[in-house]
């Protein structure tokens, strides 16, 4: 396979600057400066509609099968009536506009209207409004934000979170079925407002420092804050990915997209990237899960994009359909210059198998990159600008940004400055306050190594979350990341994700949750069971055992070796916190909603068939 080249893609070389303190700490840079950038997202739009009236900006799925596509021109002319309604209905920037519903065109043009005029905007999960049961994420969240506007895609759709809201004193306007609540604003009566000289001057107004977004981070690491996105951290941003990815200035990027606008990766990476390279982002109505992954696949066969972004969730849903069918492979890989991943590592059984399916394809391999960052750093920090064979590496400072690695507990804690990190979090100015250093370093929670201590210049790789490792009752510290995706790739056939037990016990264990695609490709004859019947099948205990016995002959220590599993058919718990709407795993919501079964993992004996014991 490492035969084939990679196809032609214009990179940046990979370049760093090291400076090693003497306490100890390592400061890591650019080498390359920061270029001028705009001032505001819609500079932009703007601009794009002057040069590029004609070209589709963004798309979407109708009922009947085909697409909305709207030009650079039409979203530019739709944002500035909505702009103008926004003002008339006396939103400004202390009101903040709250949309609830998935990505959509009116999504995006109500986003574009309250950046060009100063309003921030929050898009929040739609899990906690159609998934959650007591809807007390969203509840604590829009009393946090307290915004002058809520949105929502279809009021009847939404109505159970509405009806868990204060509505009281904020406006509501909904795409559709707005009757169901008394004086909802149509979404189309906002495009009928006829700009005047007011949206003109708020626009004058909007600088670098105009708070553009209040996006709440997934709760991952605790209970969702309202994070500040400024423009300048929007716009610095775009600028210098454009500076690691010239390609992007080459050819006007085309991208597919489920990512939602809620989070930092879908809102400010790949719709951002689309807009300040005057590209097209077509909004997928699919996503990775067996009920709605046909959807992504057709969306592929029609649209054929240059740059794929997903998490490792959604390439493994993705990853058996390519290799299935010619079909969608040929359009998957027909233009493609860059598959980028991120959130978590990719397990490298998924990057040899995409390998293997883009040499097929195109006789070549298609760089893999990804990146490194939070919803606190609009988003990237890091980024996977060249050639690497591991699935674990972050990359290199971009442009304008420095990473601090500080020793913290045998690991190098990662920590941020740059102009695309946040000010601060809203009305939280004591979480602000412990969110930085000394020196006014972002503390990221996240540690790094050098993939090549040798040679800087490859990249960092990411080496766990520090909240998420623990001590044995021997004092060995775990480092639960390391654990977790060995022990996945280890078992990809059955084990999903997992997590990463024995905090003051004497062994790591693991609590699995099993994929019910893999157990039942293992079991052919139980198409229909459930996966509470197939987790206890020979068929899938086997490959598990085997599994985990290999990567412990692997990994011997103490610190690595897993010595017990239980596999779990209950998926992880929207509103117990244990997971995002992107398939991110909370470790430590897991351990405490699972502490039952964490106990018995480690009492339980050879009798117990829920608890597989790997021997040495």
Known sequence: MNKHPYAAVHLAEPLVNVERNQDGTILLSSPRPLEPYPQSCNEKLWYWADKTPDATFLGERLADGGWRRESYAEVARQAERIAQALLDLGMNQTTPLALLSHNSIDHALLVLAALQVGIPVSSI??????????????????????????????????????????????????SNNGGAFAGT?????????????????????????????????????????????????????????????????????VILDW???SHTFGANHNFNMALFNGGSLYIDDGKPVPSLIQRTLNNIKEIRPTVFFNVP?????????????????????ARLKVIFYAGAALPQHLWERLETLAVVSRGERIPFVSGWGATETAPLVASVHFITDSSDVIGLPIPGCSIK?????????????????????????EQTAAAFDQQGFYKMGDAGRYYDPENPARGLSFDGRLSEDFKLMSGTWVHAGRVRMGAVCAAAAVIQDAVVTGHNEETVGLLAFASLDGCRSLCPDAAGASLDELICRPEVIEVVLSGLQQYNRANSGSSMRITRVRLMAEPASVDAGEITDKGYLNQRAVLARRAALVQHLYRANQDDQDVLIIEP
């Open 313 to 333: 969730a959604g390439f493994d849903a993705l990853v058996p359909h390519l290799e299935q069918d010619e079909a969608l492979r040929t359009p998957f890989f």
């Open 125 to 174: 999960s739609t899990a906690y409004s159609l998934v959650s049961q007591d809807h007390a994420k969203l509840k604590r969240i829009i009393e946090v934000l307290d915004p002058g506007l809520i949105y929502v895609a279809d009021a009847a759709l939404y109505a159970k979170a509405l009806d868990a809201l204060d509505l009281q004193g904020r406006h509501l306007v909904a």
């Open 405 to 429: 690695m500080v020793p913290t507990d045998a690991k190098m804690e990662l920590r941020v400055k740059g102009p695309n990190v946040t000010p601060g979090y809203w009305k939280a100015p």
């Open 259 to 261: 990512l939602p606008w």
């Open 185 to 253: 604003i149509p979404f189309s009566d906002l495009l009928n407002a006829k700009p005047t000289q007011a949206v003109n001057n708020a626009y004058a107004e909007v600088g670098p420092d105009t708070v553009a977004k209040i996006l709440f981070t997934s709760g991952s690491t605790g209970t969702p804050k309202g994070v500040i996105n400024t423009q300048r951290m929007l716009c610095s941003n775009q600028q210098a990915i454009t500076q690691v990815w010239p390609f992007l200035r080459q050819e006007p990027p």
